[in-house]
């Protein structure tokens, strides 16, 4: 599996962004896709995933505020990001859920600041 994030930047809190992740290298017909973040000195964490079938989880910390979905005829995620907080700033990764550990990204980083 292979993927590629992108679309972080600086932002002011309140902002929006709206991330992708491109994927490739997956073989089976259902699937489930994360955005993942790390913020300085903390662990990575699940934000939120969907199933290639359409269901969704959030985090409590992101819930109501983001929004993800996926294309897959372009094996496409997107997670869109709204009323954003200095503490979603991060550096966002996409993989499969549960993670593949050899198969994270570059990530994307997000900064919430004014």
């Known amino acids: 599996v292979r993927v590629v994030e992108s679309g972080g930047g600086l932002v002011q809190p309140g902002g929006s962004l709206n991330l992708s992740c491109v994927h490739s290298g997956i073989t089976s017909t259902t699937y489930v896709i994360g955005w993942y973040r790390q913020a300085p000195g903390k662990e990575r964490e699940l934000v939120a995933h969907i199933h290639s079938l359409g269901s969704t989880w959030y985090d409590d910390s992101v819930k109501g505020r983001f929004s993800i979905s996926r294309d897959n005829t372009k094996n496409t995620v997107n997670l869109q990001m709204h009323s954003l907080k200095p503490e979603d700033t991060a550096v966002y990764y996409c993989?499969?859920?549960?993670?593949?550990?050899?198969?994270w990204g570059q990530g994307t980083q997000v900064t919430v600041s004014s």
């Open positions: 993989n499969r859920f549960p993670f593949i550990p050899a198969a």
